[in-house]
């Protein structure tokens, strides 16, 4: 995946249509905030926690539209930010690592306050 591509298409269709006076952390956030809420809102009612949604094209379909316009917004923010995503999400992952320990955790969903 090339994120430098990705940054400059969405540069430039804020750029044509002016709307970069729009784009700071606070409206970047509240739009992909948003956009969130759009994707939770699919599978709201789900019985069956989202699997027969995926299955349904038309309904993947809006998944994916919904996911990229998540995907976008972060990548805007990331971009505004002047931010190294790689190593910030690396790093994320090392220290979710170090709270959640394989042999407390293994099989269980609890937060890392609740382990023992």
Same mark, same amino acid.
């Given at each position: 995946m090339d994120l430098e591509k990705i940054k400059l298409k969405l !540069?430039?269709?804020a750029e044509e249509r002016d709307w970069e006076q729009f784009h700071d952390p606070k409206n970047l956030s509240m739009a992909l905030s948003v956009e969130v809420a759009e994707l939770v809102e699919i599978f709201q009612?789900?019985?069956t926690g989202? +699997?027969?949604e995926i299955k349904n094209p038309k309904t993947r379909k809006e998944i994916e !539209? &919904?996911?990229?316009?998540?995907?976008?917004y972060l990548i805007k923010l990331v971009d505004l930010l002047d931010m190294d995503? &790689? !190593? /910030?999400? +690396? &790093? !994320?992952i090392e &220290?979710? /690592?170090n709270k959640y320990p394989v042999l407390k955790v293994k099989g269980i969903a609890v937060k890392h306050s609740k382990i023992k």
């Open positions: !540069k430039e269709f009612w789900s019985k989202g +699997l027969d !539209k &919904e996911i990229a316009d998540i995907f976008n995503l &790689e !190593k /910030a999400a +690396l &790093e !994320k &220290e979710n /690592a």
